[in-house]
Protein backbone atom coordinates (compact mmCIF):
# COMPACT_ATOMS: atom_id res chain seq x y z
CA UNK A 1 0.00 0.00 0.00
CA UNK A 2 1.46 3.60 -0.76
CA UNK A 3 2.12 5.66 2.01
CA UNK A 4 0.33 9.18 2.26
CA UNK A 5 1.79 12.36 2.52
CA UNK A 6 0.46 15.48 3.91
CA UNK A 7 0.10 17.14 0.78
CA UNK A 8 -1.84 14.20 -0.85
CA UNK A 9 -4.76 15.60 1.30
CA UNK A 10 -4.85 18.78 -0.26
CA UNK A 11 -7.76 17.88 -2.25
CA UNK A 12 -9.78 19.46 0.95
CA UNK A 13 -7.80 22.65 0.56
CA UNK A 14 -9.94 23.03 -2.72
CA UNK A 15 -13.43 22.38 -1.31
CA UNK A 16 -12.65 24.56 1.70
CA UNK A 17 -11.56 27.55 -0.52
CA UNK A 18 -14.49 27.16 -2.66
CA UNK A 19 -17.04 26.82 0.72
CA UNK A 20 -15.42 29.78 2.30
CA UNK A 21 -15.38 31.89 -0.13
CA UNK A 22 -19.75 30.94 -1.27
CA UNK A 23 -19.96 32.66 2.79
CA UNK A 24 -17.24 35.22 2.47
CA UNK A 25 -16.05 36.56 -0.53
CA UNK A 26 -12.60 37.94 1.48
CA UNK A 27 -11.80 34.69 1.73
CA UNK A 28 -11.01 34.21 -2.16
CA UNK A 29 -7.96 36.39 -1.60
CA UNK A 30 -6.31 32.83 -0.21
CA UNK A 31 -6.53 31.54 -3.95
CA UNK A 32 -3.45 34.07 -4.34
CA UNK A 33 -1.42 30.94 -2.61
CA UNK A 34 -2.28 28.99 -5.99
CA UNK A 35 -1.04 31.77 -7.77
CA UNK A 36 2.17 32.17 -6.23
CA UNK A 37 3.21 29.04 -4.85
CA UNK A 38 3.57 27.24 -8.63
CA UNK A 39 5.40 30.22 -9.81
CA UNK A 40 7.93 30.59 -7.05
CA UNK A 41 8.64 26.22 -7.25
CA UNK A 42 8.85 26.54 -10.66
CA UNK A 43 11.73 29.65 -10.69
CA UNK A 44 14.08 28.59 -7.59
CA UNK A 45 13.43 24.69 -7.87
CA UNK A 46 12.67 24.37 -11.91
CA UNK A 47 10.09 21.80 -11.95
CA UNK A 48 6.36 21.27 -11.55
CA UNK A 49 6.51 20.10 -8.29
CA UNK A 50 3.37 22.07 -6.93
CA UNK A 51 1.37 20.78 -10.11
CA UNK A 52 2.58 16.95 -9.51
CA UNK A 53 2.30 17.02 -6.08
CA UNK A 54 0.40 20.17 -4.23
CA UNK A 55 -2.34 21.42 -6.69
CA UNK A 56 -5.64 20.59 -4.34
CA UNK A 57 -7.74 21.07 -7.56
CA UNK A 58 -5.86 18.19 -9.49
CA UNK A 59 -6.25 16.29 -6.57
CA UNK A 60 -10.15 16.76 -6.23
CA UNK A 61 -10.68 15.86 -9.73
CA UNK A 62 -8.65 12.57 -9.08
CA UNK A 63 -10.72 12.31 -6.46
CA UNK A 64 -13.91 12.80 -7.46
CA UNK A 65 -13.12 11.46 -11.63
CA UNK A 66 -11.43 8.12 -10.32
CA UNK A 67 -12.73 7.10 -6.80
CA UNK A 68 -16.40 8.12 -7.84
CA UNK A 69 -16.59 6.97 -11.48
CA UNK A 70 -17.76 10.45 -12.43
CA UNK A 71 -15.60 9.99 -15.97
CA UNK A 72 -16.02 8.99 -19.26
CA UNK A 73 -12.64 7.70 -18.83
CA UNK A 74 -11.47 9.01 -22.82
CA UNK A 75 -8.53 10.63 -23.91
CA UNK A 76 -9.17 14.31 -24.60
CA UNK A 77 -9.40 15.28 -28.33
CA UNK A 78 -6.27 16.42 -29.87
CA UNK A 79 -6.94 19.84 -29.75
CA UNK A 80 -7.61 20.44 -26.90
CA UNK A 81 -4.00 19.33 -25.77
CA UNK A 82 -2.47 20.75 -28.20
CA UNK A 83 0.33 23.84 -27.74
CA UNK A 84 -1.40 25.90 -29.64
CA UNK A 85 -4.71 25.75 -27.80
CA UNK A 86 -2.38 25.79 -24.01
CA UNK A 87 -0.66 28.63 -25.00
CA UNK A 88 -3.70 30.47 -26.52
CA UNK A 89 -5.80 29.56 -22.80
CA UNK A 90 -2.87 30.64 -21.48
CA UNK A 91 -3.09 34.15 -23.23
CA UNK A 92 -6.85 34.63 -23.12
CA UNK A 93 -6.72 33.55 -18.77
CA UNK A 94 -4.02 36.00 -19.02
CA UNK A 95 -6.04 38.88 -20.70
CA UNK A 96 -9.36 38.37 -17.95
CA UNK A 97 -7.05 38.34 -15.10
CA UNK A 98 -5.08 41.52 -16.09
CA UNK A 99 -8.94 42.82 -16.76
CA UNK A 100 -9.75 41.91 -13.33
CA UNK A 101 -7.27 43.93 -12.14
CA UNK A 102 -8.33 46.53 -14.22
CA UNK A 103 -11.73 46.85 -12.89
CA UNK A 104 -9.93 46.44 -9.29
CA UNK A 105 -8.50 49.33 -10.10
CA UNK A 106 -11.23 51.73 -11.25
CA UNK A 107 -13.17 50.48 -7.81
CA UNK A 108 -9.98 51.93 -6.40
CA UNK A 109 -9.31 54.92 -8.27
CA UNK A 110 -13.27 55.72 -7.33
CA UNK A 111 -13.50 55.70 -11.28
CA UNK A 112 -16.34 53.16 -10.71
CA UNK A 113 -18.36 51.46 -7.81
CA UNK A 114 -18.07 48.18 -6.13
CA UNK A 115 -20.15 45.18 -7.74
CA UNK A 116 -21.10 42.68 -5.30
CA UNK A 117 -21.01 39.91 -8.33
CA UNK A 118 -19.03 37.27 -9.71
CA UNK A 119 -18.67 36.48 -13.34
CA UNK A 120 -19.13 32.71 -14.91
CA UNK A 121 -17.33 32.05 -17.69
CA UNK A 122 -15.81 35.40 -17.82
CA UNK A 123 -20.05 36.19 -19.42
CA UNK A 124 -22.77 35.53 -16.83
CA UNK A 125 -22.99 37.92 -14.17
CA UNK A 126 -24.18 35.80 -10.91
CA UNK A 127 -24.99 37.74 -7.90
CA UNK A 128 -23.05 37.17 -4.84
CA UNK A 129 -24.31 39.65 -2.30
CA UNK A 130 -24.82 38.10 0.74
CA UNK A 131 -21.49 37.12 1.06
CA UNK A 132 -19.70 40.42 1.57
CA UNK A 133 -20.99 43.38 4.17
CA UNK A 134 -20.23 46.87 3.05
CA UNK A 135 -17.53 49.31 4.10
CA UNK A 136 -16.31 45.97 5.93
CA UNK A 137 -12.99 46.24 3.76
CA UNK A 138 -12.08 49.25 1.11
CA UNK A 139 -14.07 48.45 -1.91
CA UNK A 140 -11.20 47.66 -4.31
CA UNK A 141 -9.97 44.95 -1.88
CA UNK A 142 -13.86 43.30 -1.92
CA UNK A 143 -13.39 44.39 -6.13
CA UNK A 144 -10.74 41.80 -6.30
CA UNK A 145 -12.29 39.32 -4.24
CA UNK A 146 -15.71 39.00 -6.62
CA UNK A 147 -13.45 39.07 -9.77
CA UNK A 148 -10.64 36.48 -8.46
CA UNK A 149 -13.66 34.24 -6.65
CA UNK A 150 -15.98 34.37 -10.19
CA UNK A 151 -12.35 33.30 -12.07
CA UNK A 152 -11.41 30.63 -9.57
CA UNK A 153 -14.80 28.77 -9.56
CA UNK A 154 -14.70 29.46 -13.78
CA UNK A 155 -11.87 27.62 -13.68
CA UNK A 156 -13.05 24.57 -11.35
CA UNK A 157 -16.10 24.14 -13.74
CA UNK A 158 -14.60 23.70 -16.65
CA UNK A 159 -12.33 21.44 -14.92
CA UNK A 160 -15.37 19.48 -13.87
CA UNK A 161 -17.24 19.61 -17.18
CA UNK A 162 -13.98 18.26 -19.15
CA UNK A 163 -13.32 15.67 -16.16
CA UNK A 164 -16.91 14.33 -16.69
CA UNK A 165 -16.10 14.43 -20.79
CA UNK A 166 -13.16 12.80 -20.65
CA UNK A 167 -10.06 11.44 -17.93
CA UNK A 168 -10.01 13.24 -14.33
CA UNK A 169 -7.41 15.26 -14.53
CA UNK A 170 -7.82 16.48 -18.17
CA UNK A 171 -7.82 20.00 -16.81
CA UNK A 172 -4.57 19.80 -15.69
CA UNK A 173 -3.46 19.38 -19.51
CA UNK A 174 -4.03 23.23 -20.95
CA UNK A 175 -4.28 24.47 -16.96
CA UNK A 176 -3.19 27.93 -17.41
CA UNK A 177 -0.67 27.75 -14.14
CA UNK A 178 0.66 24.31 -15.79
CA UNK A 179 1.14 25.66 -18.93
CA UNK A 180 3.18 29.11 -17.06
CA UNK A 181 5.03 26.92 -14.84
CA UNK A 182 6.06 24.29 -17.45
CA UNK A 183 7.31 27.42 -19.82
CA UNK A 184 9.08 28.79 -16.56
CA UNK A 185 10.78 25.57 -16.17
CA UNK A 186 12.07 25.48 -20.01
CA UNK A 187 13.45 28.62 -19.70
CA UNK A 188 15.48 27.64 -16.81
CA UNK A 189 16.25 24.42 -18.16
CA UNK A 190 17.89 25.97 -21.00
CA UNK A 191 19.55 28.94 -18.90
CA UNK A 192 21.38 26.39 -17.41
CA UNK A 193 22.47 24.24 -20.33
CA UNK A 194 23.85 27.57 -21.58
CA UNK A 195 26.13 28.51 -18.61
CA UNK A 196 27.70 25.04 -18.64
Known amino acids: M ?9 WIWSIVYFSLGFFNILFA ?20 WFCNRLCGRGQLFSKLGGALKFFGNRQAPRWLVSKWFRYGFLAFFLAMFLNMI ?19 FWT ?8 YKAGTVPDWI ?4 FGFYGLMLTSMLIGLVVMVLYKP ?22 S ?5
Open 2 to 10: KSKYWYDYL
Open 29 to 48: WLGMIDFFVPIIIAVFAGNK
Open 102 to 120: FQTYLVASKARTLNEAIKL
Open 124 to 131: FEVPWRWT
Open 142 to 145: AQFS
Open 169 to 190: RTWCVFCPMGTMTQSICKLKHR
Open 192 to 196: NLNKK
